[in-house]
């Protein structure tokens, strides 16, 4: 385990960008944590997110992700960068201004030279921005990187919870830091603003009713009641994509977090209308949502986004 190593690792990653970083001993996540995911996934909660009970043995051990792992390095990059949209349009989450962020992070982390430290790419790092079966939120918390917040964030002390999470696996060992020994405050923010009952007591929430879920992840038509209660709130009525309202309401954002590295949000998606999802032409659409995080709910779940929009 070298010092320096560490050291010039979280040097780098902080010059790319990140307001905070911490390091892992890779190894098993710890048996109250699998079984708090277990109980999730046995409720239901992950609702159509039906990949989440795949690769069960790697979210256990990211060892299983890269043969002679050792560390696990967590980041957090803050993501809102002041520029807002219109209140008065549909409303879009403030992480998806911003161009689609897992190809911003990786590059900011490639660019960053942490290279020349770890080694090769892919043989002795890799770099997990939901692209791979990681614990993310855990790792951040056993890194000491921040702390899980009652609505389920990790937040970074000092900065709040705005911020994208993202690992790199290593077979460098590292010197691994101490988890944060402090809770969120409980303040009750997050759950008085969530518009639907979604969060749950164990710092989850039932994507069963989660307008964020069903604007984004959900595919086809709301059916359920669930769904249907959830949509029919004024919150769900004027959301066009995401939502979050968990996350902005929490009073550890009140300082604000560094948005270094990342690019100002697009001004198309600033502008961005429900006439211009309903309207325009599948190639005019497709050329404004270029690059951006919207594209994951297909141009479909858009429409059903913009359509449920229309009794405002
Ligand atoms: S994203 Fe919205 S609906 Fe989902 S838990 Fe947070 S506030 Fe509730
Ligand atoms: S809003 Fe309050 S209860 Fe919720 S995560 Fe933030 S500090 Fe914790």
């Not at 109250?32 to 997110?49: K, P, T, Y």
């Not at 409303?91 to 770890?118: M, N």
Request: glycine fraction near 10%; charged fraction near 25%; proline fraction near 6%.
């Amino acid at each position: 385990m070298d010092p320096d190593i560490t050291t010039a690792v979280k040097t780098a990653l902080m010059r790319a960008g990140a307001c905070a970083v911490g390091i892992a001993e890779a190894g098993p996540v710890d048996d109250s944590a699998m079984a708090q995911f277990d109980r999730w996934l046995a409720s239901g909660h992950e609702a159509g997110m039906t990949y989440m009970h795949n690769h069960r043995e790697i979210r256990r051990d990211p060892r299983l992700l890269l043969e002679g792992a050792a560390s696990v390095i967590c980041m957090a990059f803050g993501y809102r960068t002041g520029r807002m949209r219109d209140p008065g349009l549909p409303h879009i989450s403030a992480y998806a201004l911003l161009p689609d962020y897992h190809d911003v992070i990786r590059k900011l982390i490639r660019e960053s030279g942490i290279g020349e430290t770890l080694g090769e790419e892919h043989r002795d790092w890799r770099i997990c921005i939901d692209s791979a079966p990681v614990m993310e939120r855990y790792w951040a918390v056993r890194s000491g990187t921040g702390i899980r917040g009652d609505n389920g964030s990790v937040i970074i002390p000092g900065y709040g919870c705005e911020v994208f999470l993202a690992e790199i696996v290593t077979t460098k060992r590292l010197r691994p830091d101490t988890p944060l020994d402090r809770d969120c405050g409980h303040c009750g923010a997050c759950r008085s603003a969530c518009p639907t009952g979604a969060l749950g007591t164990e710092r989850t929430a039932d994507c069963r009713r989660c307008i964020s879920y069903l604007t984004i992840e959900h595919r086809g038509p709301w059916e359920s009641a669930e769904q249907i209660m959830a949509m029919s709130t004024a919150a769900g009525k004027k959301t066009l994509f995401g939502c979050d309202r968990c996350v902005t309401a929490c009073p550890h954002n009140r300082k604000g977090i560094p948005c270094t590295g990342m690019p100002d949000p697009s001004d198309e998606i600033l502008a961005l209308t429900d006439d211009d999802i309903l309207t325009l032409p599948p190639d005019r659409l497709s050329a404004k949502l270029k690059g951006s995080c919207l594209k994951r709910a297909k141009t479909d779940g858009l429409r059903r986004n913009a359509l449920n929009l229309g009794s405002l």
